[in-house]
């Protein structure tokens, strides 16, 4: 069982272009979230789904988007990617929103 | 807006000597605290929450209303503590979505 995965595990990126980041989780997790990890700021929410086919927005959710097509996967996407994108993104899953989140290996994506 | 604060950014202990990170928050109704851990190299995970009223690895965690804090303390610190520890809220109003501290990074020393 892998549980919760990300790819890729890192990426650099030139300004401007669109990248999509991947999470996958085989745990029938009704809810899903993506964070951004900096220094100082601790771990901030981007967007989150609490089921397959909702979405919502989280305390950073500007320059991102995500879908959630089914169950499994929730898919990020920086559609015009800027420095200030430069980070680690991690995505995470719990079976309902009040539970304990499992999070991902993680993503460091650079932005020049 | 609630906010979680945790005021040291380091730790540095010996080992065998109490560790105790700060913790507070700015949230006036009824909230959950969680305490997770970052090993070097391993994701993410929950140590507790305050709810469940356990000890977990030799940690455990008061929710204190009175002074809004969730301290975390150890009364005797080993080298496999060394982590970065991040606090978070939950409050019925984010429905459930955690608000996380900046964290606490703890070094324990032989």
């Known amino acids: 069982i892998a549980g919760i995965t990300q790819a890729p595990t890192s990426q650099i990126l030139a300004a401007g272009r669109r990248m999509t980041l991947r999470c996958t989780q085989d745990?029938?997790?009704?809810?899903m979230y993506w964070y951004r990890q900096d220094l100082g700021l601790g771990l901030r929410l981007i967007h989150y789904?609490?089921?397959?086919?909702?979405?919502g927005k989280g305390e950073v959710p500007d320059g991102y988007s995500v879908s959630r097509a089914n169950t499994d996967d929730f898919p990020l996407t920086l559609a015009s990617a800027v420095p200030s994108q430069t980070s680690v993104y991690f995505c995470?899953?719990?079976?309902?929103?009040?539970?304990?989140?499992?999070f991902g290996p993680g993503t460091r994506l650079t932005v020049l | 807006a609630q906010r979680v604060t945790q005021p040291e950014k380091l730790l540095s202990v010996f080992k065998g000597a109490p560790v105790e990170l700060k913790c507070n928050y700015s949230y006036s109704g009824s909230p959950e605290l969680f305490w997770y851990v970052q090993y070097s190299r391993q994701r993410l995970q929950l140590l507790l929450r305050?709810?469940s009223r356990e000890s977990i690895k030799g940690f455990t965690a008061d929710l204190n209303k009175g002074e809004t804090s969730f301290h975390l303390k150890k009364p005797f610190a080993q080298e496999e503590d060394s982590a970065m520890y991040y606090c978070?809220?939950?409050?019925?109003?984010?429905?459930?979505?955690?608000?996380f501290g900046a964290g606490t990074q703890v070094v324990v020393t032989p």
């Open positions: 995470a899953s719990s079976v309902g929103l009040y539970n304990e989140q499992f």
């Open positions: 305050h709810i």
């Open positions: 745990m029938r997790h009704n809810a």
């Open positions: 789904s609490n089921t397959a086919g909702t979405t």
């Open positions: 978070a809220l939950s409050t019925p109003d984010s429905w459930g979505k955690l608000q």
